[in-house]
């Protein structure tokens, strides 16, 4: 993987005359990952390129997040972007505000999974079980390192019969444990979906970028790799679809600065 910003002279005057769809992980990518979840916060300085950002012709912003749509677009608190949630199965923003049929259907059998999880994962110091609605997360980056392989046990015990009975499937993300609808979509195929809308209404001189560090970026990375530009933020070390790499959330928005100068210059 190259590094974006020592290789931006190679692209960068394509960026400065074509329309752009810009798409952005939240945790690891606009913020640092931190212990707790609930501790990311965005900076204000992140947010003024953003409002520069969306306030420019021919570029689309969006916020494609693990979070619940309503607790990242709480977080951004920019208006003008798309956002959307649960790893693309909801979106709320400009002339969009979608849930995903399926998901909306099986959300019911959501609610009582995530409280058994919590009862059961309550015996593990550190583990934090996130009930996002359409999905839900099991936060392990605080538990006991000892504990990690019984809590597993636990975690796949607890799931195992909804498994089976086809009412979810597991993804194994950053240090979580991600239970999702049991069906093929994921911010792969929202970004899929985003880009040919929007490709069809603005016309196929469209850029897509999107930024992430995730495994559960991967797909929306082989997505937009073809097309445009798709950006590893962390360590270049590793197999990924992304063919360029920022080292940390700062450089990001070092990197979203550089695009706004091209369209202002």
């Known amino acids: ?23 952005l992980d939240y945790d ?30 021919g570029i689309l912003v969006s916020v494609v997040s693990g979070r619940g749509v309503a607790d990242v677009k709480n977080r951004v608190g920019v208006g003008g972007i798309l956002y959307s949630g ?9 002339r969009a505000s979608w849930v ?8 019911k059998r959501m609610a009582p999974l995530a409280a058994s999880l919590r009862r059961g994962m309550s015996a593990f110091r550190g583990v934090i079980v996130e009930d996002k609605g359409l999905t839900v997360s099991v936060h392990y980056r605080n538990a006991e390192p000892r504990e990690l392989p019984r809590a597993q046990k636990v975690f796949y015990k607890l799931v195992d019969r909804a498994v089976k009975m086809g009412h979810c499937v597991i993804r194994q993300g950053r240090k979580v444990w991600e239970i999702h609808p049991p069906f093929d979509w994921g911010k792969d195929a929202f970004v899929s979906k985003l880009y040919h809308e929007e490709a069809a209404r603005q016309g196929f001189n469209l850029i897509p970028i999107y930024f992430g560090d995730d495994r559960t970026d ?7 790799a073809g097309r445009g530009i798709a950006v ?10 992304a063919l360029y790499f920022l080292k940390e959330p700062r450089e990001v928005l070092e990197c979203l600065r550089k695009i706004r100068g091209l369209r202002v210059a």
């Open 28 to 57: 690891g990518t606009l913020t640092p990952i931190v212990a707790t979840p609930g501790d990311a916060v965005f900076s204000e300085a992140g947010r003024q390129v953003l409002t520069s950002l969306v306030s420019l012709p």
């Open 1 to 23: 993987m190259q590094h974006l910003l020592s290789s931006w002279p190679q692209f960068s005057g394509r960026l400065k005359s074509q329309k752009l769809l810009l798409c």
């Open 100 to 107: 995903h049929p399926e998901s909306w259907l099986l959300r």
């Open 218 to 224: 991967e797909g929306a990375f082989r997505v937009v």
């Open 86 to 94: 649960n790893h693309g199965l909801e979106a709320d923003g400009p």
């Open 232 to 241: 590893k933020v962390g360590s270049s070390n590793g197999n990924s679809q």
